[in-house]
């Protein structure tokens, strides 16, 4: 898996709560049995202008010229901007898949829905959670500057603009050396296959219904 | 104060985490133990080829179980019209058959909704860990276990382990006290809930649902509800196990038998939140206030009731809000002051994860018997929850009901909850809907959903709008 790194990127606004993964990624574009290829139909609804047109391939599509991906420079965003509850909704890991796809490193908002939210860290995906004010404030910049850029940082979990402001972040422990490291969490829940084991071997004799095969 | 005595005191929630921890580590985080793991066509597939990429074996493979559901046609099983569709039913079919995974063909009568499918064969059981590639997964929550939804890295993380690394959720009650009156569902009671405290409300917790009006509903009943736990912003939702819940579970197809199903009752009864215990979080609801809801936007808490106008974005100070408001307006195709009575309906749909159980036909079946659905109504179908529950309705002759009011009787499956297969509205149009998420284009791209329990919805399908079941004659 890919590691985090500090990096520096343009930050591109959609000014919406409660954007679901429905909206992030329709159903029409889940059906891919693969993890890439999602990209071009992020928010597909708000960024193609027929939007009922899933059998046409993306390219002969005509672009919604008002969404803000298919404005430069947010087109080559890599940080997303957001109101509260991004990402609530379905399970479907899609939602980050597209937003990765498509360049997308981070989004800042001020709440997550959990499933999206924990799904983000599977695939080196960094969502952010600050406070409703600085979200405004962020909001605020971006408006007066076209292409307005800040620095994440997450071993220090700062988000800092150019002109030095921080804004400090929380995130647990475990989900940051998750990134940083770009950990196999499989490889490493293995590891404890002995506790796995002698749970299922001591649970058996108490509820051994649990263990008769389907 | 005996502060030990209070420590030892646990919720619902703390007993079936500590059942299941296998390891701590020392960051907050916990190894949990899965014990039964649903899959499904769509969120599986990566999961099962990033096994396969990393030379990995399902860890105990006669624990899962899988069905086809989101993709399967519901009018003609042998024409799967798309033909992405057909790869990933496909794919399921060769995933389950490589590694040995017991799955239920789409012409198998158990087939169904995977979370219906569950608690009706009696793979999910009172006590369990519960997960499943999908949201909704908090259906099985119902029956006293904790289940919730997990993505697809989770799900190649639970086939090769047998379990996740969790961080614990705080604990929430919601209290619902006294009893709904005349006319009001286990819906109602749910998106009322959804209204109050937000689609945010529950996130970072699981919820347990107890009070009065919660020990009064039927199991169905009790599924609709821990099913719609995650528009409340929580994944988890949960009950406690009581007389309802193991009259159930007993004699179905995996449920214990004889000795075993003593054991099993002594065990499960104890599945409830000690007396006392403190919640981080707790909300009261008076279930006698609660009347007939629908939603009239694009989040399931923009639900307001059957006598209410829809709301105006003025009358909101949080600007967020307030955008949140003028988008769904915009999207809906609807104004301030606007009356249920004046907004036409073009298709309907009674069915899903969160309304397809027989309880919910029955209702259905009960307001339109006798009745034509309105001129309208272009398209108006039912499709219930599982091969099983189909069997049942029309042995009680509900299919005929629904038929002969103008109904389209279906087979099994998501079907136009979320439209993946060709059960879809075409832009534009309005759908009064049974099912979970009214979210922008759910039930296909322009479409517009109103929620709402299933005889609010078969009445407005006779009416062609939206009525107050109450007075409904």
Redesign the interface.
Known sequence: MITFKTFTGIIAPLDRSNVDTDTIIPKEYLKSIKRTGFGSNLFDAWRYLNNNDSKTQNIKRKLNPNFVLNKPPYNKAEILLARENFGCGSSREHAVWALSNFGFKAVLAPSFGDIFYSNSFKNGFLPIRLQAEEIEILFNYVKLTLGFKVTINLEEQFVETQDNIRFIFNIDSSLKTCLLEGLDNIALTLKYSDSIHRYERNRSKVVPWLFREI | MNYDLFSKMKTLYDKLWDDHV??D?D???S?I?I?RHLIHE??S??AF?GLKL?N?KP?RV????AVPDH?VPTKNRKVID?P??K??LE?LDKNCKDTGI?KFEMFDPRQGIVHIIGPEQG?S?P??TIVC???H?STNGALGALAF??????V??VL????L?L?KDKNMLVNVMGQTGKGISAKDIVLNIIGEIG??GG??YAIEFSGDAIHSLSMEGRMTICNMS?EA???VGLMAVDKTTLDYVENRP???KND?WEN?VN?WQELKSDENVNFDKVVEIDATKIEPQVTWGT?P?MVITINDAIPDPLETNDI??R??YK?ALNYMDLKPGMRFDDIKIDKVFIGSCTNSRIEDLRAAALVVKGKKISNDIKLAIVVPGSGLIKRQAEKEGLDQIFIDSGFEWREPGCSMC???NSDQL??GERCASTSN?N????Q???GRTHLASPSMTAAAAIAGHFVDIRDFQ
């Open positions: 296998v390891y580590f960051d907050d985080t190894l133990y014990d769509v969120t597939a990566q080829e990393a990995r860890w006669n624990t899962n179980l993709n798309d992405v569709s790869i990933q794919t017991t793979a059981l006590g369990m590639g999908d949201s997964t939804g997990i993505g697809t890295s989770d190649e993380h090769a382990t047998q379990c690394v961080k689609t945010a996130t970072g995650i912003g929580s994944r995996y449920t214990p075993e099993a065990i989040s808490e967020v809000k955008e949140g988008n979320l439209g993946m075409q832009p998420r979210f922008e284009g759910r296909g791209p322009g």
